[in-house]
């Protein structure tokens, strides 16, 4: 399998930790990609990564599916729950992680825009829906756990990426039992390797 990669983007850390945390990732070939190479267009019509390519030579996209697939190949504790509660809650945690992510990418790439083009109201639009995003995971958090699955994942995808981003205003504040939480969950090996970094 080979798998459009970016090491900013928080949609394909996502998809590389499922690979992790199940077995899978000597299986995939990581090709990095900008989301302006005509070859991508070619596999996925959006043009954004992540996007896979199976063995067949057939292209899923983007992190949900290919996360679920992925979850289908293996044996061991599935990153999907089963039907039943479980399985709700981490898909409602996984959209709410990947709707995080979403809107933090928007502010970043609004922010790229020549300072005579940006949308100061856009920005702050997509700055609150973190937020309120972040309050609803504090009042969460003691539920959140010491496990993992594919909404864990997501979480603390769109987490890391307010670090790699957004530093300088510290999600932290305000929510210090997401804090605890996140501490203890990116000492996982599978988050301490794929931490973000600019090329």
Not at 112 to 139: H, T, Y
Request: with cysteine.
């Amino acid at each position: 399998m080979k798998l459009r990669f970016s090491g900013t983007s928080p949609f394909v850390r996502k998809v590389v930790i499922q690979a992790l945390e199940t077995g899978l990732d000597s299986k995939i070939e990581r090709v990095t990609t900008a989301t302006t190479d005509p070859a991508l267009a070619k596999e996925n019509p959006l043009s954004k990564v992540p996007s896979m390519t199976l063995d067949d030579g057939s292209h899923l996209y983007d992190s949900p599916v290919i996360c679920e697939y992925l979850d289908s190949l293996h044996g061991g504790a599935k990153m999907f729950p089963a039907a039943g509660p479980a399985r709700w809650t981490a898909l409602r945690r996984q959209a709410l992680g990947d709707g995080m992510m979403d809107a933090a990418v928007a502010r970043r790439g609004e922010s790229r825009r020549p300072a005579n083009e940006q949308s100061p109201s856009a920005m702050e639009a997509q700055r609150a829906k973190v937020v309120a995003g972040l309050d609803v995971l504090e009042a969460e958090a003691d539920k959140l756990g010491s496990g993992i699955d594919i909404g864990l994942i997501s979480i603390a995808c769109a987490l890391g990426y307010l670090d790699f981003r957004f530093a300088s205003e510290d999600w932290r504040k305000g929510h210090p039992k997401l804090a605890r939480w996140f501490e203890g969950f990116a000492k996982r090996p599978s988050m301490q390797s794929t931490v973000a970094k600019d090329a």
